[in-house]
């Protein structure tokens, strides 16, 4: 390889590490500001929940009785709940498509530099949290100690 590919490359590689630092932040704000909406029981029970996965709204139609026992309603209310955490999932890995293709080819620049063994792995931790990662660390740091948003329904 010429010297001037090299430095084609070397301009490209850092070019992208930029793009990569500058985009960052934006989707993590656009990933915590997600939220989906799912339904279930014919559309009588309806969950909405945040990008942590936490349900922020359940709304029960007042038919809901009609058409299905009152037994019932905790399941199709975690099934909406699941299908709307789901969506979130969906919506997330959308976002990070994007950082997740520039990854891709910034390592690919990053083992032709053979003699840099520290760049490669300073370039293979420049990465996006991942869902499960994130989720683990959400998980582990507010342990969901305020249950206050949840609906209680006893018989």
Do not use: W
């Amino acid at each position: 390889m010429n010297n001037d590919a090299t430095s084609q490359d070397l301009v490209h590689l850092l070019s992208l590490v930029r793009e990569q630092l500058q985009d960052l932040p934006a989707m993590q704000q656009k990933r915590s500001s997600l939220t989906a909406k799912a339904s279930a029981a014919n559309g009588t029970v309806e969950v909405t929940v945040d990008a942590r996965h936490c349900v922020v709204k359940t709304v029960i139609d007042e038919s809901y009785l009609q058409e299905f026992d009152f037994a019932g309603l905790g399941e199709h209310v975690t099934k909406a709940a699941r299908l709307a955490a789901q969506d979130v999932e969906q919506q997330a890995l959308a976002l990070q498509a994007l950082l997740a293709d520039r990854r891709r080819e910034i390592l690919s620049f990053s083992r032709m530099v053979e003699d840099a063994p520290a760049f490669h792995d300073a370039i293979t931790r420049l990465r996006s949290t991942a869902p499960d990662e994130g989720r683990r660390a959400r998980d582990e740091d507010d342990g969901f100690d305020d249950f206050s948003q949840f609906p209680i329904v006893r018989r």
